[in-house]
């Protein structure tokens, strides 16, 4: 069956870089209109899309978050991982992978997620 | 970006009483393949979301019955005909036909 695990550190210091890693299984990264999306949710507030990597390793950003977000995938180990530049407390959320086929548009399968913190 | 709108935000539900959550995008979400990628997700308190309804209509499985949705265009509707205890949470639209994609507000749903 398909699983996502989201791992990373819990507390980050302001404008530290965060570096989260999505484990999955169940499914390959390589099959054609698969994709992995980041998405968080602040405390208490709505969900907000990050990136997404392609099977075909075309990448994706929101554009409000681009200059600080890369996204990358190690095939061989069902990896995703994501970096987030100069982290703010605003940046404070539990942060999510997902698994997505037709390309973004089908989002299907979570992660359990992992909240991440940012305070000094 | 795509904006979803959901109403009410929070809905207060007798047991066994029918529940209805709208939502209304920005733009229209027919993608060119004539598809429309609008989903419908549930998040129980402490969980992630879990997947109810895709492509407007179509319900996941194991997604009881009693979860059905609508819409067309930039209008669409999740109905629960009889909420049930487990029903509580937060629910939300999203777009997939735009990216990036987008998520309405959410709507809390409880049992009054």
């Known amino acids: 069956q398909v699983t996502l695990r989201e791992s990373g550190p819990a507390l980050v210091k302001p404008t530290q870089t965060l570096t989260l890693t999505c484990t999955f299984s169940?499914?390959?990264?390589?099959?054609?209109?698969?994709?992995v999306i980041w998405i968080r949710q602040p405390p208490g507030k709505a969900l907000e899309w990050l990136a997404r990597?392609?099977?075909?390793?075309?990448?994706y950003y929101n554009a409000s978050l681009q200059t600080r977000l890369t996204v990358s995938k190690d095939t061989s180990k069902n990896q995703v991982v994501l970096t987030m530049t100069d982290m703010d407390p605003a940046d404070t959320a539990t942060y999510y992978c997902?698994?997505?086929?037709?390309?973004?548009?089908?989002?299907?399968?979570w992660g359990q997620g992992t909240l991440v913190t940012v305070s000094s | 970006d795509v904006v979803m709108t959901q109403s009410p935000l929070s809905l207060s539900v007798t047991l066994g009483q029918p529940a209805s959550i709208s939502c209304s995008s920005s733009?229209?979400?027919?993608?060119?393949?004539?598809?429309?990628?609008l989903h419908w997700f549930q998040q129980r308190p402490g969980q992630s979301p879990r997947r109810l309804i895709y492509?407007?209509?179509n319900r996941d499985s194991g997604v009881p019955d009693r979860f059905s949705g609508s819409g067309s265009g930039t209008d669409f509707t999740l109905i629960i005909s009889r909420v049930e205890a487990e029903d509580v949470g937060v629910y939300y639209c999203?777009?997939?036909?735009?990216?990036?994609?987008?998520f309405g507000q959410g709507t809390k749903v409880e049992i009054k």
């Open positions: 999203m777009q997939g036909t735009h990216w990036p994609g987008t």
């Open positions: 733009q229209r979400l027919v993608y060119s393949d004539g598809d429309t990628y």
């Open positions: 990597i392609d099977w075909d390793d075309d990448r």
């Open positions: 492509k407007v209509s």
């Open positions: 169940g499914f390959s990264l390589t099959t054609p209109g698969m994709c």
């Open positions: 997902a698994r997505s086929t037709s390309g973004f548009r089908e989002i299907d399968y």
